[in-house]
């Protein structure tokens, strides 16, 4: 069955440094505690790893702004638990509520380096469209 994660699921495929020490995570959903390079997939930030979000310009230009997944492989992408590209590109639906708004992980390719901060969070009507807006699943055994 497939499912929108819980925020603390989607907070550690993303952040969590996984090197067996409990309550060990990173800062930015690139295996770095350094803000990622804004710039165009595959990337060329090999410490800090590359993303897509609004620098001192998009990363990628119109029309598209967005990447596929997995895009980013000069440094992989992929986190300790195989989910790729969890910052920048869209920000991320997950199962949270703030008031009447559902809670978005990971900032888009439209936001600055600091929403991409593992303590960054925002949120929106889940009935709106936006175009860096999108959800990932998680497969529930």
Request: proline letters at 7%.
């Amino acid at each position: 069955m497939l499912a929108i994660p819980s925020e603390d699921e989607w907070y550690k495929a993303a952040y969590h440094y996984n090197n067996g020490v409990t309550g060990n995570y990173w800062d930015y959903p690139t295996k770095s505690d350094t803000v990622p390079t804004s710039e165009a997939p595959p990337g060329t930030d090999l410490t800090n790893g590359s993303a897509n979000y609004y620098g001192s310009d998009w990363a990628i230009g119109s029309p598209y702004y967005r990447t596929e997944v997995g895009a980013y492989d000069a440094k992989p992408s992929d986190s300790p638990y195989g989910t790729f590209d969890q910052g920048g590109n869209v920000w991320e639906w997950n199962e949270a509520v703030i008031g009447s708004y559902r809670v978005l992980r990971g900032a888009s390719f439209d936001y600055y380096d600091f929403h991409l901060h593992a303590s960054s969070r925002s949120g929106s009507n889940p009935t709106g469209e936006y175009g860096g807006i999108g959800f990932r699943v998680s497969e529930v055994p």
